[in-house]
């Protein structure tokens, strides 16, 4: 065909404009456009991480005032002080405990004065004939015929104390008093529980526990070694009435006081230690732990199977990255501890394509997405060879939310756990595949960055009290649309770091 | 027809943009489908869809010319035409025979045709002819791309184009008669 008769029929066709119905084809066309996808906005995630955090930090301070303020053991029920009659107990020696008939009706009631009327002692009270041992008791549980009328004791008043001989037994119980001197507040006994001449008595006693702990005294009347810090709590006069339960076990047998005290004073620190283990286990609160991670990842990216997808998957070649986090982990319940902290992954692909791009007569770039069958001189498109090797980097920080199981098997511990991770921010460099399988610049587009899903399993080392070696397997994935097509990239990654246990 | 700013305003996703485009651009590109589709229904269709496929994918694009981003859309929308008949022409191609006809249009016949007469000339030619006849003498494919593009082979395209010819001329010829009387 002449090339004059191409012509006319190119002008033609060029110019010649049909007429349309526009509101009809833009309703057919508004009928036809997929309604936008709504963004999921994870908004609830942050307040929702924020919760965490800030109920994790009360509950740890919390954590932190029993641990400062008692002298060790929390428990959730009561025991206190209780000095009884041995006259009417009976002592078993095998099993340690103490029967005794009056122990049910010994009261001690407390009142609260205005101004202290008994000054503590300055130092241990004890007496020569304190060797006799047989008033010697360590009242552990409290007695059913206990009642703390005015004040409600919490926390552990841990300490050995003993009482002179002819003391009274108002003596005795400005003993106790003198615990909580600092407070207003002393005690006095009531009921025969005391008979008014015993010989001196030894008692340990332990208050235990409260959920209502108010005030905070350091009991600076006894001596150093035996001194131990109490949280007493005076409660509403109406909510007082509480009973308590007490069991009595001896402390040690006759003839050996001095020794016996020592072994006492050790059996507090034991009993201190052991209950701090114990408050530990109970309360399952570990303290705050700071991770720092660096490690290296490998981009694995994945497409669906349209041949878009198919382009892309294969100028697109796995890589490596690096990445590193830090991490706040609180433990919330039992081995159970949730983390929040910053990720910054970085990761690194090789885009390599060769191909061929559009230019026109004058070898200007046209349009990269012209398709090779435009190829023509009399369109003035020409097509030219293009080769691009080049590394696609992809930066992200994220915002990750972990839960996670801890389990110790002496200084090993073991920590699988889950995460979900938010992105702050991103930068993309390098190049993407288009429709017609023509790079594109990857700053061009778009990004939708979707939360990134991941497991991990944690590995650590105690080095210290403080300070753990970390190790850390983690997969995560995330998807990427780019406007053309999804693109899944999955970071399997290995991190070592740090921990260190506030 | 395509203003320049009006490629980024598309790209942001400004809804007038989009109805600007559609205003500007959709009398010509309905006679690219009216050309490539077989009816003037399946071009309305055929358009709604280019539309719709330019509005989803303009992120897509990164030229600023609005010679090329016009250029795109005209492919988008005789890909989406020729796709859409494909199986069509696979049927058209067992009922050809071979023609021989080869005479050349008179230039000055058709340089004496007005814009609409042509065009008109063109969109009577049956299914078939009339899409191997554009692509080959409007887009300016080769026979064997015409034949890749369709699905068929090259020797029927090469015979498709001659009897579009053969028809054209005849209609031209009816033409010159009709304003002869």
Same mark, same amino acid.
């Given at each position: 065909m002449k090339k004059e008769i191409k012509n006319i029929f190119q002008d033609s066709f060029d110019s010649y404009d049909t007429s349309v119905d526009t509101q009809t084809l833009l309703a057919g066309i508004a009928a036809k456009r997929k309604p936008e996808r709504k963004k999921r906005f994870f908004w609830w995630i942050f307040p929702m991480g924020l919760?965490?955090?800030?109920?994790?930090?009360?509950?740890?301070?919390?954590?932190?005032?029993?641990?400062?303020?008692?002298?060790?053991?929390?428990?959730? %029920?009561?025991?206190?002080?209780?000095v009884f009659n041995?006259?009417?107990?009976?002592?078993?020696?095998?099993?340690?405990?103490?029967?005794?008939?009056?122990?049910? %009706?010994?009261?001690?009631?407390?009142?609260?004065?205005?101004?202290?009327?008994?000054?503590?002692?300055?130092?241990?009270?004890?007496?020569?004939?304190?060797?006799?041992?047989?008033?010697?008791?360590?009242?552990?549980?409290?007695?059913?015929?206990?009642?703390?009328?005015?004040?409600?004791?919490?926390?552990?008043?841990?300490?050995?104390? %003993?009482?002179?001989?002819?003391?009274?037994?108002?003596?005795?119980?400005? %003993?106790?008093?003198?615990?909580?001197?600092?407070?207003?507040?002393?005690?006095k006994p009531i009921g025969?529980?005391?008979?008014?001449?015993?010989?001196?008595?030894?008692?340990?006693?332990?208050?235990?526990?409260?959920?209502?702990?108010?005030?905070?005294?350091?009991?600076?009347?006894?001596?150093?070694?035996?001194?131990?810090?109490?949280?007493?709590?005076?409660?509403?006069?109406a909510a007082v009435k509480e009973e308590s339960q007490v069991i009595a076990q001896p402390i040690k047998e006759d003839n050996q006081l001095v020794d016996s005290e020592k072994k006492v004073e050790l059996s507090v620190k034991d009993q201190v230690s052991e209950a701090d283990k114990e408050k530990q286990k109970r309360s399952g609160r570990k303290p705050m732990m700071l991770k720092v991670f660096k490690g290296a990842n490998r981009s694995?990216?994945?497409?669906?199977?349209?041949?878009?997808?198919?382009?892309?998957?294969?100028?697109?070649?796995?890589?490596?990255?690096?990445?590193?986090?830090?991490?706040?982990?609180y433990n919330i319940l039992g081995n159970l501890s949730v983390g929040v902290g910053l990720d910054y992954t970085r990761s690194i692909q090789l885009f390599e394509w060769s191909g061929q791009y559009v230019v026109d007569a004058n070898d200007d770039y046209v349009g990269k997405d012209l398709p090779n069958s435009f190829e023509s001189s009399e369109f003035l498109f020409f097509e030219k060879e293009r080769n691009i090797y080049k590394d696609n980097i992809r930066s992200f920080l994220d915002l990750p939310i972990s839960l996670s199981y801890g389990m110790s098997y002496g200084k090993f511990a073991v920590e699988p756990g889950l995460f979900v991770a938010f992105k702050l921010a991103e930068w993309?460099?390098?190049?993407?595949?288009d429709n017609n399988g023509i790079p594109q610049d990857l700053g061009s587009y778009t990004y939708n960055v979707?939360?990134?899903?991941?497991?991990?399993?944690?590995?650590?080392?105690?080095?210290?009290?403080?300070?753990?070696?970390?190790?850390?397997?983690?997969?995560?994935?995330?998807?990427?649309?780019?406007?053309?097509?999804?693109?899944?990239?999955?970071?399997?990654?290995?991190?070592?770091?740090?921990?260190y246990r506030f | 027809m395509i203003q320049s700013n009006l490629i980024n305003r598309l790209r942001k996703g400004?809804?007038?943009?989009?109805?600007?485009?559609?205003?500007?651009?959709?009398?010509?590109?309905?006679?690219?489908?009216?050309?490539?589709?077989?009816?003037?229904?399946?071009?309305?269709?055929?358009?709604?869809?280019?539309?719709?496929?330019?509005?989803?994918?303009?992120?897509?694009?990164?030229?600023?010319?609005?010679?090329?981003?016009?250029?795109?859309?005209?492919?988008?929308?005789?890909?989406?035409?020729?796709?859409?008949?494909?199986?069509?022409?696979?049927?058209?191609?067992?009922?050809?025979?071979?023609?021989?006809?080869?005479?050349?249009?008179?230039?000055?016949?058709?340089?004496?045709?007005?814009?609409?007469?042509?065009?008109?000339?063109?969109?009577?030619?049956?299914d078939g002819y009339r899409q191997v006849f554009a692509l080959f003498a409007i887009e300016g494919f080769s026979h064997k791309e015409i034949a890749d593009r369709l699905g068929i082979k090259a020797s029927t395209s090469r015979s498709q184009f001659?009897?579009?010819?053969?028809?054209?001329?005849?209609?031209?010829?009816?033409?010159?008669?009709?304003?002869?009387a």
């Amino acid at each position: 065909m002449k090339k004059e008769i191409k012509n006319i029929f190119q002008d033609s066709f060029d110019s010649y404009d049909t007429s349309v119905d526009t509101q009809t084809l833009l309703a057919g066309i508004a009928a036809k456009r997929k309604p936008e996808r709504k963004k999921r906005f994870f908004w609830w995630i942050f307040p929702m991480g924020l919760l965490i955090i800030v109920g994790a930090v009360y509950l740890y301070n919390i954590a932190g005032d029993n641990t400062t303020a008692m002298s060790s053991v929390s428990n959730s %029920e009561s025991e206190t002080l209780v000095v009884f009659n041995e006259n009417n107990s009976q002592f078993d020696s095998n099993s340690g405990t103490i029967s005794t008939s009056d122990f049910s %009706e010994g009261t001690i009631e407390n009142e609260i004065v205005t101004t202290p009327q008994i000054t503590p002692p300055q130092k241990k009270l004890s007496h020569p004939s304190a060797s006799h041992s047989q008033d010697n008791y360590a009242i552990r549980k409290p007695s059913q015929g206990v009642k703390f009328s005015n004040i409600h004791s919490i926390g552990r008043i841990a300490q050995t104390q %003993e009482v002179v001989g002819q003391q009274k037994p108002a003596a005795v119980t400005s %003993e106790i008093a003198s615990t909580v001197t600092t407070t207003t507040t002393t005690t006095k006994p009531i009921g025969n529980s005391i008979p008014e001449n015993k010989e001196p008595q030894k008692i340990v006693a332990k208050t235990l526990q409260t959920n209502k702990d108010k005030r905070e005294i350091k009991n600076e009347s006894v001596p150093e070694s035996h001194q131990k810090t109490a949280v007493v709590k005076a409660q509403e006069p109406a909510a007082v009435k509480e009973e308590s339960q007490v069991i009595a076990q001896p402390i040690k047998e006759d003839n050996q006081l001095v020794d016996s005290e020592k072994k006492v004073e050790l059996s507090v620190k034991d009993q201190v230690s052991e209950a701090d283990k114990e408050k530990q286990k109970r309360s399952g609160r570990k303290p705050m732990m700071l991770k720092v991670f660096k490690g290296a990842n490998r981009s694995i990216s994945s497409f669906d199977d349209s041949s878009i997808g198919s382009q892309r998957s294969a100028a697109l070649t796995s890589g490596t990255g690096y990445s590193g986090g830090l991490q706040f982990s609180y433990n919330i319940l039992g081995n159970l501890s949730v983390g929040v902290g910053l990720d910054y992954t970085r990761s690194i692909q090789l885009f390599e394509w060769s191909g061929q791009y559009v230019v026109d007569a004058n070898d200007d770039y046209v349009g990269k997405d012209l398709p090779n069958s435009f190829e023509s001189s009399e369109f003035l498109f020409f097509e030219k060879e293009r080769n691009i090797y080049k590394d696609n980097i992809r930066s992200f920080l994220d915002l990750p939310i972990s839960l996670s199981y801890g389990m110790s098997y002496g200084k090993f511990a073991v920590e699988p756990g889950l995460f979900v991770a938010f992105k702050l921010a991103e930068w993309q460099k390098g190049y993407s595949v288009d429709n017609n399988g023509i790079p594109q610049d990857l700053g061009s587009y778009t990004y939708n960055v979707g939360p990134r899903m991941g497991a991990s399993l944690g590995l650590s080392y105690t080095i210290s009290d403080n300070l753990k070696l970390l190790g850390r397997m983690a997969v995560s994935r995330r998807k990427i649309n780019d406007g053309i097509v999804e693109e899944v990239l999955s970071l399997p990654e290995l991190n070592l770091g740090m921990g260190y246990r506030f | 027809m395509i203003q320049s700013n009006l490629i980024n305003r598309l790209r942001k996703g400004e809804e007038p943009a989009f109805k600007e485009l559609v205003l500007a651009t959709s009398s010509r590109l309905m006679t690219v489908a009216r050309v490539y589709a077989d009816s003037a229904e399946d071009a309305q269709d055929v358009l709604q869809d280019a539309y719709v496929i330019c509005f989803e994918k303009v992120a897509t694009f990164s030229g600023e010319e609005p010679k090329a981003f016009y250029a795109w859309m005209k492919k988008i929308t005789i890909n989406l035409a020729l796709y859409k008949n494909r199986k069509k022409y696979k049927k058209v191609e067992t009922s050809l025979d071979a023609v021989g006809i080869d005479r050349a249009f008179d230039a000055q016949i058709l340089s004496s045709l007005n814009r609409k007469e042509l065009m008109e000339l063109i969109f009577s030619l049956p299914d078939g002819y009339r899409q191997v006849f554009a692509l080959f003498a409007i887009e300016g494919f080769s026979h064997k791309e015409i034949a890749d593009r369709l699905g068929i082979k090259a020797s029927t395209s090469r015979s498709q184009f001659l009897r579009a010819k053969k028809v054209l001329q005849e209609k031209i010829k009816q033409l010159e008669k009709f304003d002869v009387a």
